[in-house]
């Protein structure tokens, strides 16, 4: 009886803990990635203003209910550079961006076009601090 009971415990742990040390090595495998996600209320990118450096790639999470996308600015006007564009991420999906260079990408969603965001890209950690503390500020 206690057996029985041993092996059925030990089959439930193998059959939790094989996935996700599966998961696990898959996510190990990927480069380090900048994380952005998608909410259903104000301010709709968290965070809003996100500063990453160089050489790493973001990605955007949608655990709300409804699709939205990423679209910079650029890509609205003739005269800007259309740098990054989704198509419509789903509920529960994300979105991947390679490295961009060093600079302000201000974005939206073209579904929701009241959801805006910033996305800037330092060279190095201590340029980080001096555009965190400049907000507003537009290079
Ligand atoms: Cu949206």
């Not at 909410?39 to 209910?65: H, K």
């Not at 740098?83 to 974005?107: C, E, H, K, T, W």
Request: glycine share 6%; aromatic share 6%; with cysteine.
């Amino acid at each position: 009886m206690n057996n029985q009971i041993g092996i059925r415990m030990l089959f439930v742990v193998l059959m939790v803990v094989l996935p996700s040390a599966a998961i696990n090595a898959a996510m190990n495998d990927d480069m380090p990635t900048a994380e952005i996600m998608f909410e259903a209320t104000a301010p709709y990118y968290e965070p809003a203003l996100a500063v990453v450096l160089a050489g790493i790639p973001v990605r955007w999470s949608n655990s709300t209910a409804s699709p939205h996308s990423i679209r910079h600015d650029g890509c609205l006007t003739d005269d800007g550079p259309c740098v990054f564009q989704s198509i419509a991420v789903p509920p529960d999906n994300s979105f991947v961006i390679a490295p961009l260079p060093p600079g302000r990408y201000s974005y939206h969603c073209e579904l929701h076009p009241v959801m805006r965001g910033i996305l800037v890209v330092v060279e190095s950690r201590s340029a980080r601090g001096a555009v965190e503390s400049l907000p507003g500020s537009d290079k």
